[in-house]
């Protein structure tokens, strides 16, 4: 089993920037795939973007390419989330994931491990 902290959430105005960050602990990292879900008031999980295990591989949601990059660090043990040109509809709890499968994780229920969340707000 894998620990997984997020971090980096926060309150911020309509086109404005934010990083995410992950960290995990209790599992090698450099053999996890890692994505980002968010969920907002109630609606399901959606993804939004996925990260191979070594970084090489990516893939994002239709409603944040070109806004968003996920990146990871296998030195730190740490998946990012950099979120620029922020919208009002961004607003979220977003998750990060892990999972052990050798596959383009897109759907919540590939995933093995998740954190607690950190809330992310965007005002217009």
């Known amino acids: 089993q894998v620990q997984l902290v997020e971090s980096g959430g926060g309150l911020v105005q309509a086109g404005a920037s934010l990083r995410l960050s992950c960290a995990a602990s209790?599992?090698?990292?450099?053999?996890?795939?890692m994505g980002w879900f968010r969920q907002a008031p109630e609606k399901e999980r959606e993804f939004v973007a996925f990260?191979?295990?070594?970084?090489?591989?990516?893939y994002y949601a239709d409603s944040v390419k070109g806004r968003f990059t996920i990146s990871r660090d296998n030195t730190k043990n740490t998946v990012y989330l950099q979120m620029n040109s922020l919208k009002p509809e961004d607003t979220a709890v977003y998750y990060c994931g892990a999972t052990t499968r050798r596959i383009r994780a897109v759907v919540a229920a590939h995933y093995d491990s998740w954190g607690q969340g950190t809330q992310v707000t965007i005002s217009s």
């Open positions: 209790g599992r090698t990292f450099s053999s996890l795939a």
């Open positions: 990260v191979n295990w070594s970084g090489g591989s990516t």
